[in-house]
């Protein structure tokens, strides 16, 4: 067990760019999840998958942030366009299936948008 | 709606001092109850978890009680260290809930 991977740890980029973030669950987790921190605060829930389906995503999400895990195993999330608010750390993490089952974080991607 | 409260922070000990953190939850069932700590530069980790009324969970030192009749899981540490000192989140999940609801987080300083 590996753990949780996020790729990259540091992300600078200019307002406008586009971005993108990889994450690896840990390999028999079937459920993976994005999300958001900024500082002094709780995550904030950006998205979750079951596989590879993708089944809900926040209603706060604003349509510049994508995200696919194309065949169930690895996940990428894609910001387009950011802005500077998009500045925050980005969390992975996964599970097993049940209620009961604690999610497993990555050490996170902190992006800066200038 | 679901939701957990958090005391605020920071809290501020000396080492071996005795530490509680309190968390109160609001849940229309019977939620499974977690404890996540995030030391500095890292990412969440778990660190204990409960999932029905009376249950304790422990880890580390740490323990937390599972209080229906209170709607609490407050967490305990009889004596603190420095290696302690970090942000603690309680969080809850429902059956009919994929995500965790989180509290907002209490930063905890231990001063040697």
């Known amino acids: 067990d590996t753990g949780v991977s996020q790729d990259p740890r540091h992300k600078i980029t200019k307002r406008g760019q586009n971005v993108t973030f990889r994450c690896d669950p840990i390999s028999e987790h079937n459920r993976l999840y994005w999300y958001r921190q900024t500082l002094g605060q709780g995550p904030e829930f950006l998205t979750y998958f079951q596989n590879e389906a993708q089944l809900e995503k926040s209603r706060l999400l604003s349509d510049r942030f994508s995200a696919e895990r194309p065949k169930g195993s690895f996940s990428t999330l894609e910001i387009q366009r950011t802005e500077q608010g998009d500045s925050a750390m980005y969390l992975c993490a996964s599970s097993l299936e049940g209620r009961n089952s604690p999610l497993h974080f990555g050490n996170g991607t902190r992006l800066t948008v200038t | 709606g679901d939701s957990v409260t958090q005391m605020e922070g920071p809290v501020t000990l000396s080492e071996e001092a005795f530490l509680t953190i309190n968390c109160t939850y609001t849940?229309?069932?019977?939620?499974?109850l977690f404890w996540y700590v995030q030391y500095p530069g890292e990412g969440l980790q778990l660190l204990l978890k409960?999932?029905?009324a009376d249950d304790k969970g422990s880890n580390k030192g740490f323990e937390a009680t599972y209080r229906k009749e209170t709607t609490s899981f407050h967490l305990e540490k009889g004596s603190v260290q420095v290696s302690d000192s970090a942000v603690y989140f309680c969080a809850l999940s429902m059956d009919s809930n994929y995500q965790l609801i989180w509290g907002a987080g209490t930063k905890l300083i231990i001063k040697p």
């Open positions: 409960a999932t029905k």
């Open positions: 849940a229309t069932g019977y939620p499974s």
